[in-house]
């Protein structure tokens, strides 16, 4: 079974300060890996995915994520935050050999401080 | 990129009575779609794996009988909400996946707003 861990229910960052949010999965094989951010009430928008390849990847709005296999970990980063970034962020797990339904993180609540 | 909707965005509706939710792949066929579950400042709980022409797997916990899962189509599944109560009350996500390079991608809908009185 796939499962996935965000250890950070939230974070509090400055406007302009970089941005680091942790996920940490747990699967047999190779999984596909994504981010996804939600503003309040609204449905879920994708910001990156890893399938395989280049390791480190890039998103829209400015975010990367990079995949380590020695630590089951798919980071999400961002240099420098705006205060639209402030949202609920979540990170999900899926495979093809899983009938490519996802499991989802708890998520991590990000407010921007100006 | 593709599109999913849903439909209603929100709905009320009195204890005791029925809801059918609707999730369509706009431009995309989907043989599979998923529905989730989210309460209120919490995560994603998917309840089902919607399956064109055959029935619906549902996630451990989640009653079938409760949540009646159609998928009629190749671009059109349906989840009606049972005998509704305030407890059901959440926010409904479908997805359909679509293959995406080396992978899949997730579409997902807007989510329909549930409110039982």
């Known amino acids: 079974a796939q499962s996935v861990t965000q250890p950070d229910i939230h974070i509090t960052v400055s406007e302009g300060a970089s941005l680091e949010l942790r996920c940490n999965y747990s699967?047999?094989?190779?999984?596909?890996l994504f981010w996804y951010v939600q503003s309040p009430g609204q449905g879920l928008q994708l910001l990156l995915k890893y399938f395989s390849g280049d390791t480190l990847v890039q998103g829209i709005k400015g975010f990367e994520a990079e995949f380590k296999r020695s630590q089951s970990s798919f980071n999400l980063r961002k240099p420098s935050v705006h205060w639209s970034d402030a949202a609920e962020y979540f990170c999900a797990v899926g495979a093809q050999a899983a009938g490519n339904k996802l499991t989802f993180g708890g998520g991590t609540r990000v407010l921007v401080k100006p | 990129g593709a599109v999913v909707s849903q439909h209603p965005s929100w709905v009320i509706c009195k204890s005791g009575t029925s809801v059918k939710i609707e999730c369509r792949s706009l431009?995309?066929?989907?043989?599979?779609m998923f529905w989730y579950r989210q309460f209120p400042k919490q995560s994603l709980m998917l309840m089902a794996t919607?399956?064109?022409?055959?029935?619906?797997?549902?996630e451990q916990g989640v009653e079938k009988d409760k949540f009646l899962i159609n998928h009629a189509s190749l671009t059109l599944s349906t989840l009606t909400v049972t005998s509704a109560h305030p407890e059901d009350s959440s926010f409904y996500i479908c997805s359909a996946p679509e293959v995406a390079g080396d992978g899949y991608e997730q579409y997902f809908g807007p989510g329909t707003r549930l409110t039982v009185t």
């Open positions: 919607s399956n064109e022409g055959s029935k619906a797997t549902y």
């Open positions: 699967y047999g094989a190779t999984p596909y």
């Open positions: 431009d995309f066929q989907a043989t599979t």
